[in-house]
């Protein structure tokens, strides 16, 4: 498996599914903060994170971080996605599978929003 590449469309996706994460928890704080963030590379060709925080405030770490990972492992690819806190304490670990080229990808995005929308009480007990 060579040439693993996230599409545009995927990480359209995936911002769309951090930011309806973020919604209702902006209803019930208006003053959090929320940002995304992404990269790639060869062997992490996918691999992204929302940042929530109860508040802006410059001098303070993010409450909790969102992880989505597609890291290569000899020749397959396995995927992740984590809620954690900002200092690294996993609050709940999500689906992982093994994914092959192309719509896999796209598949495991929609099993990121079910994760989120299942542990919305989570992230609303840690942010609102």
Known sequence: MSGFVVSEECWRRLDAVFAAAAQPLRECNPALWFQTGRRSSDRVPLDAWAEFGRVRD???TEDIVVFVAVVRDGGAYR??????????VMLADGPARTLRVGLDVLSFVT???SFLADRAGLLRAALC
């Open 111 to 113: 099993d990121v929003e």
């Open 58 to 60: 410059p001098a303070r």
């Open 79 to 88: 995927a992740t996605v984590d809620i954690s806190t900002g200092e690294g």
